[in-house]
């Protein structure tokens, strides 16, 4: 669940570079780059991170959603509890809003129909959020956390989930759990050729029960080209698709359009 970090110090520098190496994907449909760009590596080649456009003119905006869940949650989900959250999903496109929805493995392993129509409409785009929803540095809200083996492996799973769903329109890029890192979290990715994506807007929808004070603090926050964190699940977060019923419309009307990350990075 995205939840704000420090930034180490490593972020590394927004030159984007038009190649992405990144993890293996069928071949995109319509509206998915066939060649997302990504950052160039930082210093000594760490993961680079992303936070916010470079380019701070442009009234754009990226919303994000966090579609958690945990390696070990599957009995809560057959017992009932609901991670996914389709009337989110089924707003953003009747509002026609382009999404990117950071997606962990195990998410997309229990609602895989979910995952391969979120993953196949131009709408929208797949990014990693781990398969574990497990912390890549310590300590992290609790999370238990994973080696820089283990959380190298962790982003491979992930990716396999969404090629195993469906999912098409998937990007290199990668959110840490937790929104927790350091320079070891980002040598340990180095490999995976991703763009780690942060956010510089917290929704504070995480357990939250007011819609209007959500969508007040988007709003409060966004600037040209900022990166909103919030999520796509019903138990941990009920009133985000109320939230951003508030939301479009009134960024609209100050003139923001909204844009994946890719866009953002691509500027």
Request: charged share 20%.
């Amino acid at each position: 669940m995205g939840t704000p970090a420090a930034s180490a110090s490593a972020s590394a520098s927004a030159s984007a570079s038009a190649a992405a190496s990144g993890p293996p994907a069928a071949s995109p449909q319509a509206g998915a780059p066939a060649k997302p760009p990504t950052m160039a590596p930082g210093p000594n080649g760490l993961t680079p991170v992303f936070e916010r456009a470079k380019q701070q003119t442009d009234k754009t905006v990226a919303l994000t959603f966090d579609a958690d869940m945990t390696s070990d949650q599957g009995p809560r989900a057959a017992d009932g509890e609901h991670f996914d959250n389709p009337a989110l999903i089924s707003t953003l496109r009747t509002l026609k809003v382009p999404s990117t929805i950071f997606m962990t493995g195990r998410w997309a392993e229990e609602y895989p129909d979910q995952a391969k129509s979120i993953g196949t409409d131009p709408n929208f785009e797949i990014a990693n959020h781990s398969y574990s929803h497990h912390a890549f540095k310590s300590p992290c809200y609790g999370l238990p956390a994973l080696d820089s083996a283990a959380a190298r492996a962790d982003v491979d799973r992930a990716f396999a989930a969404f090629r195993q769903a469906g999912a098409v329109n998937t990007v290199p890029y990668f959110r840490f759990p937790g929104g927790c890192y350091d320079d070891q979290a980002l040598r340990a990715l180095s490999t995976a050729k991703v763009t780690a994506v942060q956010w510089d807007v917290v929704s504070g929808d995480a357990f939250a029960k007011d819609p209007g004070a959500v969508a007040e603090q988007v709003l409060t926050g966004v600037k040209p080209g900022s990166v909103v964190v919030m999520h796509c699940t019903r138990s941990a977060a009920p009133v985000t698709e109320e939230a951003v019923q508030r939301i479009v419309p009134e960024l609209r009307k100050r003139g923001y359009r909204f844009v994946k990350v890719s866009e953002l990075i691509g500027t």
